[in-house]
């Protein structure tokens, strides 16, 4: 994140909802978030639920496992969901799209795949769609475009 312009500095790492961002709205297109009341207990739920599908995973997946069929399915869907669902809470007032690729790298990285989405500049090839999608709770749009960056990055 190095470089980036921030607006208001009074709004760097603290969630909608706190004291001084309780009123913060926040939009992708057409689609607003959720109500900066309901942030904290969505996080609480975001990280229960991440925390959950890991485990599963590390259960089925071992340690330098080389990923195909299933299990590679199972990675990039828990990458799809963990980035999607971060962008429908929007935690942040501005971020949350860097902070889920974030997520998506991380869990990838965790599974021995490549970091396939940018965090600068975001990706392109759907990404906005995906992201308006997310906002309805929908997260299959970004899987499909996240195979699709996968594929990219390892043809590379």
């Known amino acids: ?26 939009r992708i297109g057409r689609h ?9 207990r969505a996080l609480s739920e975001y990280e229960r639920r991440l925390q959950r599908a890991v485990q599963r995973l590390d259960e089925l997946i071992p ?4 990923l195909s069929g299933d299990p590679l399915v199972a990675v990039i869907e828990l990458c799809a969901w963990a980035h999607a ?31 396939f989405a940018t965090l600068r500049p975001r990706p392109s ?16 749009p970004t ?4 195979r699709e960056l996968l594929l990219e990055s390892l043809k590379g």
């Open 125 to 140: 090839g759907g990404y906005e769609s995906a992201g308006e999608a997310a906002m309805r709770g929908e997260w299959l």
């Open 63 to 66: 340690p330098g496992a080389n």
């Open 32 to 40: 607003r978030g959720m109500a900066p009341a309901n942030v904290a």
């Open 85 to 115: 669902e971060w962008v429908r809470i929007h935690p942040f007032a501005n971020g949350n799209g860097r902070v889920a690729r974030f997520w998506a790298n991380s869990i990838a990285m965790r599974y021995g795949l490549p970091p």
């Open 1 to 26: 994140m190095d470089g980036l312009a921030v607006p208001n500095p009074a709004m760097v790492g603290g969630f909608r909802g706190e004291t001084g961002l309780h009123d913060i709205e926040v």
């Open 143 to 146: 899987a499909a475009l996240f």
